[in-house]
């Protein structure tokens, strides 16, 4: 199989992040991981198995997360290789201590992680005899952010963090809104977590309710007013159990000057699609927060009957339970083409999946976890994440159009193929090696994901059991598509031509960047017009391809749906509601919602492209704070 050869872009790269000292091209960093991820196999099997592995990462066939490709094989002791974790705090001051301490130690060996905080009791109840004291599940979040700030790992790579909030906690609102304030939360992503009952109490326009071990909290208006400063006045929303209870607690949280006094205006009672177009408004205005089907993920899965998937990474791609982990891998659909583009290389892709489940098991296996309670989890399920990227090349190549009825089509045979060939592997593997720990043949294919699988795969399971529970996601591989010059995840590309800003310690630079396959069509005088960018797939057409892969996909997508500056709220919230049964995790970015955008397009007009097309230089500077999770440890 020929070795890939990086890009200008893909080298620089490759050697300030992933290189160890000495080496300077992707093939040598290739040998050595196919050599280090192969000893996990029985000694008469290494050989085979380690050039297996060398021929799909070696080509950029296979990619390996970033942190296997970081970790693998490097002298002074084994790495942790797996990019991302969940926690989920009980409600207990041990608990959190332990999830701090804990978050400490995976950051540090480099792994992003996901909270679902909904354990946490809500701002102002009783801590013990200490009335309306708890500072609430936000401020858990707040305490880790500013950890995770000060924390680096492998090269300088700051931490990546998720918060979840279930959409029935009553500190809801509080967290809806906590990352509209710039300064909040700056190193995490946030979704809601949601429920059926939420999207059936939204489509009847049903009042909402917060509840907490049990109890319902109820919303309330009061005013703060102080009667020596009648000018002063103020208008809090709060939860409480009852009028006097949310009295208290303003009085603790609300409380400015020893003489204010808070009066009950009324119930300020909210309505399920209220909620939902708050989510929705925030989303557009700053990014966050995402939307996190806590239903679906645990229903549309393999793993039911032994976990609770409370959270996801800090990308989305995968759900978890707590101290549960991802262990990623992309096959490169861009490689998956025959050379006249007439068809998909349908041997070559099946031998990467194959190679690519194998690889990721035995990662598993080598791993040093960064601590002793994610090993546990880990080998209850064997849990891996092999996903996908360069799609969009791929399609560019077969001369289909991203969202088109014949690209979902066509995503419909590429997925089922691509599951069924993980499935028979992992099935294969069960054989020689062993299920996974918690396996139970009657419960696993009573399991709904299971379900979907084709007879003769579900019969291979029965007899041989399965060796990994769940093995497909599809992450977002920013950086490992630049790193192989390819299309990023699922996702289309940007536009043919953008300005790229990045920071150089408190310095914005500005670079111009003519996608590398745009430029080669260019150049060869074929067809581009199939070059399509994000902003020129409508938000139908975005989803539409998400729920298609989904039916394929036993863990989560991440997926950004990039939306024009001139879609408004009400617009987003109704299409999200048509596709969000279907599914996992949605997430949105409008164009111009946030200060130094890392990417701004530039419309692929004739005159662009003569005036920009080989000149890809530095066009300027700037001064700012660039995104604290870009180039995340998550994001590799």
Sequence with gaps: MAQVKLSELGQEIFDTR????????????????????????????????????????????????GRIIYGAGRKGGSYNMLNCYVIVPEDTVASI??????MYQISCAGGGIGFNVSKIRPKGDDIGNVANSAPGSVSVLKMINEIGHHVRAGKNRRTALMGILNVTHPDLMDFLHVKLDKGELNNFNISVAITNRFLEAVELDEDWYFTFNNKKYHPYVLARVNEQQPEVYEEIRITGLDKKDAIARAKNFYQKHWKDEFKYVGEG?????????????????????????????????????????????????????????????????????????????????????????????????????????CKEVADRSRRVGLGVTGLHYMLIKLGIRYGSEKCLEFLERLFATIRDEAYKQSVYLSRDK??????????????????????????????????????LTIPPCGT??????????????????????????SVWKEKLVVDPLFEQYH??????????????ISSDEHLAVQATIQRYIDSCISKTINLPSTMDAKEVMDTAFVYMPYLKGMTIYRASSKENEPLVAIPTTPENIVQYMGSQDEVGVGVGDACSLAGGACGA
Excluded at 38 to 65: C, M, W
Excluded at 97 to 102: E, N, P, Y
Aim: charged share 25%; net charge negative.
């Design 18 to 65: 992933y290189a160890y000292p000495g080496e300077t091209k992707w093939a040598e960093r290739a040998k050595v991981i196919a050599r280090s991820v192969a000893t996990a196999e029985k000694d008469a099997d290494k050989e085979k198995t380690e050039k297996l592995f060398y021929d799909i990462v070696g080509s950029g066939d296979f990619i390996p997360g």
């Design 97 to 102: 201590g332990k999830t701090v301490a804990d």
């Design 269 to 373: 009672q909210i309505k399920a699609r209220d909620i939902w177009k708050t989510i929705w408004e925030n989303a557009v205005e700053s990014g966050d927060p995402g939307v996190y089907n806590i239903d679906l993920a645990n229903s549309f899965t393999n793993v039911s009957y032994f976990e609770s998937l409370d959270s996801t990474n800090p990308c989305g791609e995968i759900s978890l339970p707590s101290y549960g982990n991802c262990c990623l891998g992309n096959v490169n659909l861009s490689n998956m083409v025959l050379d006249d583009g007439s068809d998909v290389d349908w041997k070559r892709l099946a031998k990467s999946v194959r190679g690519g489940i194998r690889f990721l098991d035995n990662v598993l296996s080598i791993n040093k976890f960064p601590v002793s309670d």
């Design 434 to 471: 062993a299920p996974f720990a918690a396996f139970d043949r009657e419960q696993y294919l009573n399991e709904e994901f299971a379900k979907t699988l084709p007879a003769r795969i579900r019969m291979l399971i029965k007899r041989h059991g399965i060796r990994n529970a769940v093995m």
């Design 480 to 505: 490992i598509s630049m790193l192989m010059g390819v299309s990023s995840g699922i996702e289309p590309i940007f536009s043919a031509m953008y300005l790229r800003r990045y920071r150089q310690g």
């Design 523 to 536: 150049n060869e005088g074929m067809d581009t017009s199939k070059f399509i960018g994000a902003y020129d």
